[in-house]
């Protein structure tokens, strides 16, 4: 009660110390009035003036896609069709269909169509959280009032499709938490394909590397089974042989360790602690290791 008398005074000594500039209809005076040092009881003169919205207002959501004049992937769905956000919506107002690749059938991770029911979306950001993606993101548009609810409520892909540059209009300081999180601005799936030209790269070097240490081995080994026949004793033999297994255990040991090397650098530390370097030195050698035993399977099918 006190509170609200308090405003209530405050209103007109407001009036006073801006001497009803703030009313004056004439003037840009909606900043003196909604400014942080208004004071009283003040209402916003919608829909001429609109408060500005804090970055996590929410309302209905919508679809993130590739900027239009983005060089590779313009107007790219950054949504893969996983149907996470349908499932996790409680009032079950989402409907994604899934694409198909007209020539093999397979499945192709991007939506077909996706609609969401407005009038039934209740705001509570759940998709926007559990999207693996970063592909959908609640709207800082509230204004969607309309006479006809049966056909303009239910959003199409079209009409929910924004892109990226508009959330990071709406959403400054989330889109850069995101894009640390994500590892860059780019979407999951291309910071993927630019991995795998790398790995693909790493993978033909690794496979030649290994060829030729496999070719080496196997002269090895003939070189063994040609030792002179002048050879006097079993013993001597033996010590040979003996010798050549322990070389090319030697060979094997360098070769582990070498591909090994990144995490043993990383020894004794704790992971969450490691720098962007640290990990991304991590990332690579996973990847090294991967192509290595991609290409040891190639070669033992061969
Ligand atoms: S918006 Fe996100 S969670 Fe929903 S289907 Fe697309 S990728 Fe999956
Ligand atoms: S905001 Fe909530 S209710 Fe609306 S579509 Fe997302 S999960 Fe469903």
């Not at 005076?29 to 408060?51: C, I, S, W």
């Not at 309302?59 to 060089?71: A, G, I, K, N, R």
């Amino acid at each position: 009660m006190w509170i609200t008398f308090r405003h209530f005074m405050q209103t007109y000594v407001d009036d006073v110390r801006y001497g009803f500039r703030k009313y004056a209809p004439d003037m840009n005076n909606f900043e003196v009035r909604q400014g942080v040092d208004a004071q009283g009881a003040f209402t916003v003169q919608y829909p001429d003036e609109k408060l500005a919205m804090p970055e996590r207002f929410r309302f209905v959501p919508f679809l993130v896609v590739e900027d239009y004049d983005h060089e590779e992937r313009p107007g790219k769905d950054w949504c893969t069709s996983c149907g996470i956000c349908a499932k996790v919506c409680p009032p079950q107002c989402i409907w994604i269909v899934r694409s198909n690749d007209p020539e093999t059938g397979r499945p192709v991770p991007e939506p077909e169509a996706f609609f969401i029911d407005i009038d039934i979306c209740m705001n509570c950001g759940f998709c926007a959280e559990f999207c693996p993606f970063d592909a959908i993101k609640m709207d800082h548009d509230y204004e969607l009032a309309s006479y006809d609810r049966t056909t303009n409520h239910i959003f199409d892909k079209e009409k929910l499709s924004k892109e990226f540059r508009y959330w990071k209009t709406i959403a400054p300081t989330r889109a850069i938490e995101e894009a640390e999180a994500r590892g860059g601005w780019e979407h999951k799936d291309a910071q993927k394909a630019a991995r795998r030209g790398g790995s693909a790269r790493t993978s033909r070097t690794n496979q030649d590397t290994g060829r030729a240490e496999k070719r080496e081995a196997v002269a090895s080994r003939e070189a063994v089974a040609e030792a002179p026949a002048s050879a006097t004793s079993a013993e001597d033999e033996k010590a040979k042989r003996r010798e050549a297994a322990l070389q090319r255990k030697a060979a094997r040991a360098a070769k582990t360790e070498t591909a090994e090397s990144a995490p043993s650098e990383a020894e004794g530390q704790q992971p969450w602690n490691d720098s962007e370097d640290e990990k991304a030195k991590r990332r690579e050698a996973a990847l090294r290791r991967k192509a290595a035993r991609a290409a040891k399977r190639a070669d033992d099918s061969e």
